[in-house]
């Protein structure tokens, strides 16, 4: 049963610190995208990537985050430095066909103090 | 600009009614895709139903079935015969321009939470 899994599944951090999530793709999935869900924002697209090229980072604060894939089969999120503004729910989901199903992990739920 | 409208915030149901949840879209494209998504208590969203511009046709899925009307941009839920296990948060979402813009990027709307009740 191929799953898209996410580490850490909890991150408590102090403001200032760097985060890292990281994500592993269902294998043969060539889109990955990152999304953040909050109460006040619901579900915001941050990037995506797709061959491992980033398509779109409209969605991500540029000072603070940045999203990378160093492989087909890991994709990363930082945050650095992290704020108490950035706790969150943060999904990675991967897809195959263009706007096609994107199947999603579990998520990272990230609390900055 | 493109957006989706889920107007009911929260639906109260006793097992086994009938329980519809409503999905307003805007979009300027004639090419687009809709799509509902489940999150359960769990958290991980689960996949219900995509569904393309240009077909129409509502479609049913064991006790889920899908209202697609382009002339009032709407695309509705329909959960027959409720079940506990049903309660969950439930997004409706929009993809624009589909192969032509070669573009995944999904337009979340709010989420309809669902409780199921006994």
């Known amino acids: 049963d191929a799953r898209v899994t996410q580490t850490p599944r909890h991150k408590v951090t102090e403001m200032g610190q760097e985060v890292t999530m990281r994500c592993q793709p269902i294998?043969?999935?060539?889109?990955v995208f990152w999304y953040r869900q909050t109460m006040m924002q619901g579900l915001e697209l941050l990037a995506y990537?797709?061959?491992?090229?980033?398509?779109?980072d409209s969605g991500m604060p540029k000072d603070r985050f940045s999203a990378e894939m160093p492989d087909a089969t890991l994709a990363t999120l930082k945050i650095q430095p992290s704020e108490p503004r950035d706790s969150a729910v943060y999904f990675c989901?991967?897809?195959?066909?263009?706007?096609?199903?994107?199947?999603f992990g579990p998520g990272t739920r990230l609390t900055v103090l | 600009a493109q957006k989706v409208t889920q107007a009911q915030t929260e639906i109260s149901v006793v097992e086994k009614e009938d329980v519809t949840l409503d999905c307003v879209y805007e979009?300027?494209?004639?090419?687009?895709?809709l799509f509902w998504y489940k999150q359960p208590p769990s958290g991980e969203l689960v996949f219900l139903i995509r569904?393309?511009?240009?077909?129409?046709q509502n479609e049913i899925s064991g006790r889920y079935s899908w209202n697609f009307q382009k002339s009032t941009s709407s695309f509705n839920f329909t959960i027959t015969a409720s079940q506990v296990v049903d309660s969950a948060v439930y997004f409706c979402?929009?993809?624009?321009?589909?192969?032509?813009?070669?573009?995944?990027?999904?337009?979340f709307g709010t989420g309809t939470r669902l409780q199921v009740f006994p």
């Open positions: 990537f797709r061959n491992r090229a980033p398509l779109d």
């Open positions: 979009t300027r494209d004639t090419t687009y895709y």
């Open positions: 569904r393309n511009s240009f077909d129409e």
């Open positions: 294998l043969g999935h060539n889109t």
């Open positions: 979402a929009l993809s624009e321009g589909g192969l032509s813009y070669n573009t995944d990027k999904l337009i």
């Open positions: 989901a991967s897809g195959l066909v263009v706007a096609g199903e994107q199947f």
